[in-house]
């Protein structure tokens, strides 16, 4: 059984600590956070794992596999390297790091060490996505020609990250999982609509060569919506994370060009369908809990993460890009590689 | 009684004609098209009305008051210029013509000749349309933070005008109906993915100062969605043009700024409200009826067309400003005005 | 080419005459009403048909192959009677007469004249009515366990018909179209909520066997609902017909017994399925043409209607016991045969 | 602090241990059931609490002063009554016992003991049924017309109750809430489509005096819905739970009669309405902390429970009523009183 430590106890730890604790494969060992009452409270719920203030404390335990890091975004790196010094296996929270240097420098290191460097791209864990990607790599909708990603809800405006760097590794994982590259360029477009100078409402236009990928980001928006389509050559995917009983839809419709069979009202050669829609039955598992197996699965047996160190860099070097691209009024930058 | 012609009877020319027949104020007298077999089954339709396969002959007519056009957009000015110049009220399709220039020499030619230059612009005469106005002139939204605009679907390729021209002609007419003034720049993304070479799928970012507005067109989308979404800094509104029983819902959701009431977890001096949702009552009526009933209005009691030539020039003003970013790989362009 | 007429032009009528006038095989030769009014009205529209206000004088024409009769349900029996009698083929809109003892005079009269008497089910020409018999005769689904019907929204109070009378030979003739068989018994309860005493809220239970089918009927409800489940042994249909892009949904989800691999927490051996969800390409098509062209097919080509007076009947008979069961507070009642 | 224990850990008596734990107001004291191994995981998430596999333990501390009663619904009755002869308070799982006899018995036994006996019917704690009674009370939509509850979705069948027993106390525990009576009496219909003879698909039909009510409970349909209609004299409420983020909407929509302001087509006096949808906002509460907490009031307060031994009565007695018209083909059996 692996033992595992949980850094950060705010908002995302506490998921980690309630799927490490219910695991048949990972002890919650460790609990640490800077706040007292954080501790005290999760004590209460965990009699079993020791508590500390002090990450190093945790890190010196020479019984402990891996570390599980859930604190703020930027002092992700500080967190993690000390982690991988100490020869810990390492999930972080996404995004991986504040910057891609940082992201890279953690990336080696773990390389280095041979240990691994997981980011917790939690989405990718999902029924839901889990099917997209096998649907996409079973051929079924053909080549993909566009992504376009919607994620807005009225949500907590918060003042270390703007909207990008706080919803848009859940995208930007979910094309990297489908696609397996980075784009070449990005455009991205925003403002900051309330008081605080972060960006609150933004768009990014993805270059990744054939395929164009879209996302739009909002805080501010009356409405929730979490639609993620995948137009193919063949046909397309629509993943409605918010339909309980139908999240992914497959599409039998779309243009097919250069058919002979038909002529549009302007000279065009194209023709249209319009076939079944098909909503597969998807199985049922926590993604989280998922994801941590898989982390294990890692560890104990090698296999490569799904969401590594490299997947968490190529989000990172994106969302560089994306904010240069915000500097300049929306002008394209190039995505580093 | 007024009475029109319609010249071009393709897609949209036997609704012009099918409004005019049952209007009280204007008579249908003239119907053009260069298609013998489409005069011919209007002809049936319509036995009252005279027709001809020649524009000139129409324009001849000492007692034809107004021209409606719906002929291919490139067309438009050729054709509007000949009508203005033998002193008849126009009314044109969207977009008003092919390019600016041609836009502002109808504009001018009408104005010299104190006649009515209409457009088209029909999604501004619909009972959503003229509620989202009434609400936002009343106050109750606050002011305009974003626009965010998705009309998409499964649609015709055309191959004389990209999707562009061809949708969001409907979507800056609402914009410029709400913010009355032209925006400064735009950025425009696009793709032409199938094969003849014209922008299928692409987004405008707008920038009219304070507000910001996004419009997503797409040819290729295998669901159809209509959403324009309204952010206000007291309310919100969606318009969801799909929805037959409440197309418009007005959130009374948001975030407030410098409250004082509530420091968010990071410190930022916002407050969330979360409160009712109305989806207000519209009356009922074809919006095509309403803006024939307006156009004559304009023509007998002298009133200003809520879609008259300068808005019909805006539009296009920001269509090329677009096809010159789209060109340029996404590049800000500033919009002429 | 057939010739026919067009009896009643109130709300329906108008509809058959347009049919009857884009249509390649059925010319439209007479236009009959009582209200001269609307016989102008048409007679503009369709100059080419001759009009009268006096069926006789309809009947009496020697070229005349066939009647649709859109009067009043009290008329329709002594209307459709004098058109047998005079020779041609009826068509009667729903429901066939007002009592059973008139629906089986005329389905007799018909049949020893050797004329078609068809009735006006214009669902089960629907693409998704056709497409949810095909479903289920190719024995996707097994058998039909249960039926539930609802047909809900504020509706046109009428002051001649019960609710039931207005509305279930829609939920009745689909039924009828599914099992080809009638009732043995129905329980009805409803209310008459508004002054009148025509009841405007309605529950039909029926009894078919080992199927058994619900129906709601409500003109007062606030909220638009035409929900059409059918559950089956191995797969379920729902076809919800205001949804415009999945009318018809094929579920793969439901309860199967005496499987010997699962125990439930008490005790029965049952397992559950989930599975796919299918919304199966639809034609796209007017029911009211295709209708017409089947009642073509049956007048020239002697088919046998889909709805003819023999379903008909049996929807009479089912609304006839309703009734009665109405009148004694949901008594269950027999259903003639 | 109040003491309380939890009688049955099976599929709810978990839910309410965690609410006690929770809670600033119960303490949870004893957690008690037949099996060990339920006993034993539970005592190691709440390891402040004894364990007991004997309720008669547990009902001789006589520091305790309430007890949650969750074992299956055949037994309510005598643990009940021994928890109230042992001086405890009781809240019990719906339905409060297997007939009306055992209920009557309970709420006589606590009435003459001065003891709280509470139904958990845990609906009438949530933010939309509360908001439901307020918009009610408040004379908003007029005297109630009609009620019309569809409560269905693949369910886990039981072999111990029929779906009446199982889903019905839900909706006639809200319809008990907003009208605050018992019905005259009762029509239900229903059939056992799968082996084992328990009911899987029925529908209640109440006649409530003025208000009629349709409640339909179905374990057999392949969608999930939630529908509770309230069509009143003035508006009308749809209280749809699946909804997350409108679950109540209210609907100035109907008919009114004589108004004098319009004949229908058929000479009725009747005005239809279309007017405002208005969804409030709701308070955001777990309905069983809310239970708990007015619960708590009961006990240390005196207050009256909203869902107490009357209307468990009251529930009770319909579904045993409408047991005996199920038994009876849909006969309608009076409800006693």
């Not at 335990?61 to 992700?76: E, F």
């Not at 982390?295 to 860099?313: H, K, M, N, R």
Request: proline share 4%.
């Amino acid at each position: 059984m692996l033992r595992a430590a949980v850094i950060g106890l705010g908002y995302w730890g506490p998921n980690l600590a309630r799927n490490f604790a219910s695991s048949q494969r990972i002890e919650l060992r460790w609990l640490c956070d800077l706040d007292e009452s954080r501790l005290s409270s999760m004590r209460s719920r965990y009699p079993s794992a020791r508590t500390s203030s002090d990450p190093e404390e945790v890190f010196n335990d020479p019984d402990l596999d891996a570390v599980a890091i859930a604190t703020p975004v930027s002092t992700h790196y500080e967190v993690a390297k000390r982690a991988l010094l100490a020869g810990k296996h390492v999930l972080v929270e996404k995004p991986l790091a504040a910057n891609s240097e940082q992201a890279q420098e953690l990336m080696e290191l773990a390389r280095a060490r041979n240990l691994v460097l997981f980011v917790d791209h939690v989405f990718l864990y999902s029924p839901s996505v889990q099917k997209m990607g096998q649907i996409y790599r079973s051929g079924e909708i053909g080549e993909i020609r566009f992504i376009d990603s919607v994620r807005i809800n009225l949500g907590l405006i918060q003042n270390d990250v703007n909207v990008l760097w706080d919803l848009a590794p859940h995208d930007l994982s979910i094309i990297d999982f489908l696609l397996g590259r980075a784009p070449v360029s990005v455009v991205a477009v925003g403002e900051s609509h309330v008081a605080n100078g972060m960006v609150d409402v933004s768009y990014l236009h993805l270059d990744y060569g054939e395929v164009k990928a879209a996302v739009h980001l909002n805080w501010l928006s009356p409405v929730k919506i979490r639609h993620f389509m995948v137009g193919g050559s063949k046909k397309s995917i629509l993943y409605n994370d918010l339909d309980r009983s139908e999240s992914i839809k497959v599409y039998d419709r779309g243009v097919n060009v250069d058919s002979g069979e038909a002529i549009n009202r302007r000279g065009l050669l194209v023709s249209y369908r319009s076939g079944d829609v098909l909503s597969p039955r998807l199985d049922s598992f926590e993604p989280l809990a998922q994801m941590l197996g898989h982390f294990a699965d890692c560890i104990e047996g090698g296999e490569t993460p799904i969401s590594g160190g490299d997947q968490g860099l190529r989000v990172v070097r994106i969302l560089e890009a994306a904010d240069r691209s915000l500097a300049h009024g929306g002008e394209r930058h190039p995505v580093q590689t």
